[in-house]
C-alpha cells in the first residue's frame, strides 16, 4: 500500500520561510525520482520541485527557483521541501509523491493516490 504523509505546514508572514517534510510508504522508495506538488484553491495540482532518486540532480517550476529546495534521505524513506521569501504565489495544500518527469518533460506523478497534504497559507 502506498502512503504519503505531509508534515510542516503552518502559518507564515510574507517573506518567511517553512520547511516541509513527506514521509512514504512505497516500494522501492530508493528507486523513484520524488517530488512535491501544490493546489491552491480553485485550481488545479501543480509541479513544484523534483529530486531524482540519489538527490544527485533536482528540478524546480520557475516560479520557485531559487527560493526552494528539495532533498530526501533515502535511508529514512524522507523528502523535505525548504521553503524561503514566500510569497502571494505559494499559498496552496503541498503534496508529496513518486514523480517522473524531466526537464525537457512535464513532471506527472507514479502514483494516484495522494496524501492529506501540508497547508502552506501565507499572511501579508
Known amino acids: 500500500q502506498v502512503q504519503f504523509l505531509e508534515s510542516g505546514g503552518g502559518a507564515v508572514q510574507a517573506g518567511g520561510s517553512l520547511r516541509l517534510s513527506c514521509a512514504a510508504s512505497m516500494p522501492d522508495f530508493n528507486s523513484y525520482a520524488m517530488g512535491w506538488f501544490h493546489q491552491a484553491p480553485g485550481k488545479d495540482r501543480e509541479f513544484v520541485a523534483a529530486v531524482s532518486w540519489n538527490g544527485g540532480a533536482t528540478f524546480y517550476a520557475d516560479s520557485v527557483k531559487g527560493r526552494f529546495t528539495i532533498s530526501r534521505d533515502n535511508a529514512k524513506n524522507m523528502v523535505y521541501l525548504q521553503m524561503s521569501d514566500l510569497g502571494p504565489e505559494d499559498p496552496a495544500v503541498y503534496y508529496c509523491?513518486?514523480?517522473?518527469?524531466?526537464?525537457?518533460?512535464?513532471?506527472?506523478?507514479?502514483?494516484?493516490?495522494w496524501g492529506q497534504g501540508a497547508q502552506v497559507p501565507v499572511s501579508s
Open positions: 509523491n513518486a514523480a517522473s518527469g524531466s526537464s525537457n518533460l512535464p513532471w506527472g506523478t507514479e502514483y494516484t493516490a
